[in-house]
């Protein structure tokens, strides 16, 4: 009877440890292929006036065919997402005619993105943890039930909080160091001026480095030109502005979804 007890335990376990991995696969896969946003939120003139500033930019990185740029009020100031069949980089609206070298700056730590796939590696990192830890936990912990539970819990907490944000946190930082390597001394300037307005705001946490270790690493490749840059608060009034007006449009909509749940 007991053993009975113990293979039924030992196979619940072992289907709660494989349904994981199997739900993570196939979100995986899904979001391989979802398009990336609605198509209504595309403006075909829009992708072709970034695409022409960057054109040299991108056939030199390799990336001129499968770019689609979107303006949007998304909370964030930039996004990128790249599935198989597209490459998109979500903008914050108007702030191309706000500072157009805040924006090439900007954009350029996404380009870092696109190029490095980061977000299908930032992606593929669940499914990788999942079946790994059923490995593990067969391994080290067996199947039964209640201990697969309590251990895959444990493991997934330490992954999400600490193994999850740590790649995230690398890629950004790599997608800055890209950004300043490949910047004008006015893009450099104006990725400044997007820190000095973002320190005058309410900050989100995010992965991205902070605005003032942002702001020392933007200083620090200035100098090395023999540059000391402060920028004046009339020269970035227009992104705190801009800034502002995301924030209140992204807490709108967040309390509208909100609402559309109840
Ligand atoms: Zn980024």
């Avoid at 709660?16 to 292929?33: D, E, R, T």
């Avoid at 689609?68 to 996004?79: E, L, N, R, V």
Wanted: charged share 25%; net charge positive; aromatic share 12%.
């Amino acid at each position: 009877m007991s053993s009975m007890i113990s293979s039924g335990l030992s196979a619940l376990g072992s289907v709660y440890l494989w349904s994981n991995p199997i739900a993570k696969v196939k979100g995986f896969i899904s979001s391989l292929f979802k398009p990336v946003s609605k198509s209504e939120d595309f403006d075909e003139e829009f992708n072709r006036r970034v695409i022409k500033i960057f054109d040299k930019f991108l056939k030199e990185n390799n990336l001129d065919a499968n770019l689609k740029i979107c303006q949007m009020w998304t909370g964030h100031i930039m996004g990128t997402k790249t599935t198989f069949n597209e490459n998109k980089i979500i903008v914050l609206s108007n702030l191309l005619d706000t500072d157009e070298e805040a924006f090439k700056f900007l954009f350029k730590h996404e380009i870092s993105h696109v190029k490095g796939n980061d977000s299908i590696k930032a992606a593929l990192l669940n499914p990788i943890f999942s079946i790994s830890s059923v490995f593990f936990l067969r391994h080290y912990c067996g199947l039964s039930f209640i201990p697969a539970v309590i251990s895959y819990r444990i493991l997934k907490y330490v992954f999400e909080k600490r193994v999850a944000i740590f790649v995230a946190t690398f890629f950004e930082r790599k997608a800055d160091n890209f950004a300043i390597n490949n910047s004008t001394i006015d893009e450099l300037k104006g990725g400044l001026r997007m820190v000095y307005a973002e320190k005058e705001l309410l900050t989100i946490p995010t992965f991205h480095p902070t605005p003032s270790s942002r702001k020392k690493a933007l200083e620090a490749a200035l100098e090395k030109v023999g540059i000391r840059y402060v920028p004046s608060s009339e020269e970035f009034e227009g992104l705190i502005k801009l800034l502002k007006k995301n924030q209140e449009n992204s807490i709108a909509s967040k309390l509208q979804e909100m609402e559309e749940k109840k």
